[in-house]
């Protein structure tokens, strides 16, 4: 399941940028959505609420500040995962 975490949103968080940059919110707002239980199957609150704002409560100009954060959490996530895993690989 950290596998499929790490992959997974990976690949999302790079789709909420692209949809971000053309300014597609919703399709911001349904990624995060997806995304939403990938943090909390790890247990981040902070993830899972982030997500939460960006779905249910950002304005337009908060999705790209939402965005950046979410993206500074999985990244930090990993680095830990890693610290704490040592077979655990990154993308």
Not at 35 to 40: E, V
Not at 56 to 69: N, R
Request: hydrophobic content about 35%; proline content about 2%.
């Amino acid at each position: 399941s950290l596998n499929l975490f790490r992959d997974s949103v990976a690949v999302k968080l790079i789709e909420i940028k692209t949809a971000l940059f053309n300014e597609e919110y919703k399709s911001v707002r349904d990624l995060a959505h997806n995304i939403k239980p990938s943090f909390g199957t790890l247990e981040s609150t902070h993830g899972r609420d982030l997500c939460n704002q960006l779905v249910y409560k950002a304005t337009e100009k908060d999705i790209s500040g939402l965005v950046e954060q979410l993206d500074q959490l999985y990244n930090t996530i990993n680095i830990q995962l890693k610290k704490d895993i040592p077979s655990y690989t990154q993308v």
